[in-house]
């Protein structure tokens, strides 16, 4: 993926605001923890064309291009990419912004693909919907 300059013309799945208590002996925010918060948005629309439970079975390409810093308020974008029979792909992106500047002043700071795949009630997968 080409670094972009504007973040994506959709709406965030997720909003937040590093804290001090996501931060690593040296003050910066642990990547996990981004990771994290990655994960959860991504599930958003994989919940939604799963119409229901899904679980996180892989990760593929994550890229760390920026820091982020305590305070920084940071908006995670998900839009799926693909699926198969039981499974979903999700391209998420990580954008920071200092607060109390201006949207415009948004910088990439992670990226990757997120696999996750339909899970039925013993938590075993099953087929999308349409897709039995």
């Known amino acids: 993926m080409t670094e972009a300059a504007q973040p994506p013309a959709t709406q965030p799945v997720g909003r937040i605001i590093a804290m001090p208590a996501d931060t690593n002996p040296e003050g910066d925010i642990f990547g996990g923890w981004l990771l994290a918060q990655m994960d959860v948005a991504g ?7 799963a119409c229901g439970r899904c679980a996180t079975v892989a990760l593929d390409g ?10 920084d308020e940071v908006s995670i974008y998900a839009e799926v990419i693909g699926s198969g029979r039981t499974s979903i792909r999700v391209h998420v992106e ?10 415009a002043a948004s910088v990439r700071v992670t990226q990757g693909v997120f696999t996750y795949v339909a899970i039925d009630q013993n938590r075993k997968p099953r087929p999308l919907p349409g897709k039995a």
Not at 43 to 49: G, M, N, Q, R
Not at 62 to 71: E, K, L, N, Y
Not at 94 to 103: D, V
């Open 62 to 71: 994550m890229v760390f291009h920026q820091p982020v810093s305590v305070g």
């Open 94 to 103: 990580a954008w920071k912004r200092a607060r109390g500047q201006p949207q």
């Open 43 to 49: 599930a958003t629309p994989a919940f939604e064309l």
